[in-house]
């Protein structure tokens, strides 16, 4: 039998859950902004849908410095491996949202020129659609995304990143065992 003022006096999580809510509310973005979209994402920064409050605030420039991707208007075939670049540049755990009908599926743009959706190269979380999509979609996919953190964690990997930490003290046994 438990006594009841243990069980009100502590609360129990997982180290898995508790990472996942710390990452859900500091989202950094990467805006990869191409064409009229962008007009749309710039007004959910502004202080009428005000993205602050979901914890995704400041963007980052420098993709190494951020884990949420926003792919935000069309993509060519000759701009698709610098998207992917930045891809791969970002922090491990990485989010992307797909900004709109022309990044998730080349919208009215049927031609040999644009990539027909950008989940031909990278990994998408997150769907907006719309031709721009209104800036309340966009806080509507910020909380799927938030919901998508918090319940399944981060993609490919669970809890900790296990190459990340490394308990060796010799550089050269920790290579060997990453790699």
Same mark, same amino acid.
């Given at each position: 039998m438990?006594?009841?003022?243990?069980?009100?006096?502590? $609360?129990?999580?997982? =180290?898995?859950?508790?990472?996942?809510? @710390?990452?859900?509310?500091? =989202?950094?973005?990467? *805006?990869?902004?191409?064409?009229?979209? @962008?007009?749309?994402?710039?007004?959910?920064?502004?202080?009428?849908?005000?993205?602050?409050?979901?914890?995704?605030?400041? *963007?980052?420039?420098? *993709?190494?410095?951020?884990?949420?991707?926003?792919?935000? @208007?069309?993509?060519?075939?000759? =701009? #698709? *491996?610098?998207?992917?670049?930045?891809?791969?540049? $970002?922090?491990?755990?990485?989010?992307?949202?797909?900004? @709109?009908?022309?990044?998730? #599926?080349g919208g009215f743009y049927q031609n040999y020129a644009t990539l027909q959706g950008i989940d031909r190269i990278i990994p998408v979380d997150v769907y907006i659609a719309g031709c721009p999509p209104r800036p309340e979609a966009v806080l509507d996919a910020l909380i799927k995304l938030q919901n998508l953190i918090q319940h399944e964690g981060p993609r490919g990997i669970k809890g900790i990143n296990p190459r990340a930490v490394a308990f060796d003290k010799d550089p050269s046994e920790q290579k060997d065992k990453l790699t």
């Open positions: 438990v006594n009841s003022s243990f069980t009100d006096a502590y $609360m129990t999580t997982t =180290l898995d859950s508790m990472m996942n809510w @710390g990452r859900k509310f500091s =989202l950094f973005q990467y *805006p990869f902004v191409t064409a009229c979209c @962008g007009m749309e994402y710039m007004a959910v920064a502004c202080s009428h849908y005000d993205i602050a409050r979901f914890g995704a605030e400041v *963007p980052r420039f420098s *993709p190494r410095q951020a884990d949420l991707l926003f792919v935000v @208007g069309t993509i060519s075939h000759k =701009l #698709s *491996p610098v998207l992917k670049m930045v891809y791969d540049q $970002m922090t491990e755990p990485k989010w992307v949202i797909s900004f @709109g009908a022309c990044a998730s #599926s």
